[in-house]
């Protein structure tokens, strides 16, 4: 079993940047491919990055490409994501989640979800 955590949401004014980090418990972390999302009122869930066990294979969303990193670090159980030019369109809940199969933008794949971090973008 796998528990994910997130952190380094907040308020940012748009062009800024923040770094969210999602610590997770477990020893099999290195087995799992990882990915993250959001989700904003009134829309559903969608993806934004997403990383392969290893690292070897990093998927990103259009809407995010060239603007936000993802790295995984399996030493320390944690994956990154780094945020920079935000927008205010990038307003939304972040949501870290773990799959045992490949890495895909499908929500429905990921089987482990952290709870959440908040972070919104003023224009």
């Known amino acids: 079993q796998v528990q994910l955590v997130e952190s380094g949401g907040g308020l940012v004014q748009a062009g800024g940047s923040l770094r969210l980090s999602c610590a997770a418990s477990?020893?099999?972390?290195?087995?799992?491919?990882m990915g993250w999302f959001r989700q904003a009122p009134g829309k559903e869930r969608e993806f934004v990055a997403g990383?392969?066990?290893?690292?070897?294979?990093?998927y990103y969303a259009d809407s995010v490409k060239g603007r936000f990193t993802i790295s995984r670090d399996n030493d320390k159980k944690t994956v990154y994501l780094q945020m920079n030019s935000l927008k205010p369109e990038d307003t939304a809940v972040y949501y870290c989640?773990?799959?045992?199969?490949?890495?895909?933008?499908?929500?429905?794949?990921?089987?482990?979800w952290g709870q959440g971090t908040q972070v919104t973008v003023s224009s």
């Open positions: 477990g020893r099999t972390f290195s087995s799992y491919a």
């Open positions: 990383v392969s066990w290893s690292a070897g294979n990093i």
């Open positions: 989640a773990a799959s045992l199969g490949r890495v895909t933008m499908n929500p429905s794949t990921y089987y482990y």
